[in-house]
């Protein structure tokens, strides 16, 4: 989505940005609710939000016992990080 609300300085004055070599040489950003980036953590259902120019990637999961389910171990917040910067590439 395109949020023009979405400015990099309002959600590091929070501490919720992210500091991720990936993101800053892909002249993006992130952030997390309550500013708790774990890279090996497992997606959960805050997750991480990735930002270029103002459009936003949001990737989360939920469900019940949803880290139980070894499958999806490797689903980290780190991997969302990539996996957002890759749809934001396919959307320029």
């Known amino acids: ?3 023009p609300s979405l400015i990099e ?6 501490g919720w940005t992210i500091d991720d070599p990936p993101l800053a040489a892909d002249d993006a950003w992130a952030l997390t609710a309550g500013g708790q980036y774990d890279p ?10 990735v930002v270029r120019d103002r ?6 999961s939920g469900g019940v016992a949803l880290q139980d389910v070894p499958e999806l171990a490797a689903l ?3 991997w969302v ?7 934001l590439d396919l959307m320029r």
């Not at 990080?81 to 749809?87: D, F, I, Q, T």
């Open 81 to 87: 990080v990539g996996a957002g910067l890759s749809v």
């Open 9 to 14: 300085q309002d959600y590091d004055d929070l």
């Open 55 to 60: 459009t936003v990637v949001v990737i989360t």
């Open 40 to 49: 090996a953590a497992q997606v959960n259902i805050t997750s991480v939000q």
């Open 76 to 78: 980290t917040q780190g």
């Open 1 to 3: 989505m395109r949020d």
